[in-house]
């Protein structure tokens, strides 16, 4: 299994539309440090693709036939690449929470195949396994527990902790990687979104490594969190950057 990082970065991308801040003028001047709203791509052993959110225009970075798309919940951040996606030519199943489902996927979905699911309902989608796991945001949120073979990953945002029921579920599955809301800087408490000491805790009690993903422009700029996130907690816990390839 191989975990394709298209997007790690919040609803404004990275950089924000004509904002000056630290962040964003940081990533003007550093490809690297640009970030596409969520999108996540999970590549089988049998070489095949699965998508986790749709937040940016894929069809020139993973130019293969999906097996499924997987939606962690409805916001416009997560589903704007839906919008032409929709139009592919194969008729592609797409995984969803029913709660707050967009209007135009949901009645005019073209060639995509929305089917509801709940939380803890599991998935077979080629070679791996997928359980739907419910996540604390705003809206119906799902995370995703995926398992090949004997190694498992967790996609865990948008989220502020977890639910019980949720942490109980992954503490038992010895992760190989978990992926985890970090939307805002150090000291920021949020009601719907981690900030990165937080996601980072999530990640350390439940995974054997953790990537930093879901990354706000009011979070420190890449340079500067990733230096801090190395220097707290070393190669367990890394921030996730668009292009990034992780083997499982």
Known sequence: MIV?????????????????????????KFGFAQRKPSTLAIITKNKK???IDVGTDIRDL??????????THWHHDHIYGLYKLRWIAKRTALYAPKGDADWLMVNDPKNIDVKFIKPNDVLKVDSLKITAL??????????????????????LYDTKGLPEETFELLEK??????IVD???????DDPYHNNVDEGAQIGLKLAERTFLSHI???????LMLDEYVRKKYGGKVLVAYDGMLFYV
């Open 182 to 188: 970090a939307t805002y800087p150090p000291g920021i």
């Open 62 to 71: 993973l130019h293969v036939p999906l097996e499924a798309i997987l939606l």
């Open 4 to 28: 394709y990082f298209i997007g790690t970065g919040g609803s404004e991308g990275i950089p924000a539309h004509l904002c000056t801040c630290q962040t964003c003028d940081e990533a003007r």
């Open 49 to 51: 693709a699965v998508l």
């Open 173 to 178: 599955k010895n992760l190989r990687l978990a």
């Open 216 to 222: 706000s422009h009011k979070n420190l700029p890449f």
């Open 134 to 155: 419910k996540l604390n945001h705003q809206v119906e949120t799902f995370g995703y527990l995926i398992e090949e073979d004997d190694k498992s990953v967790a996609v």
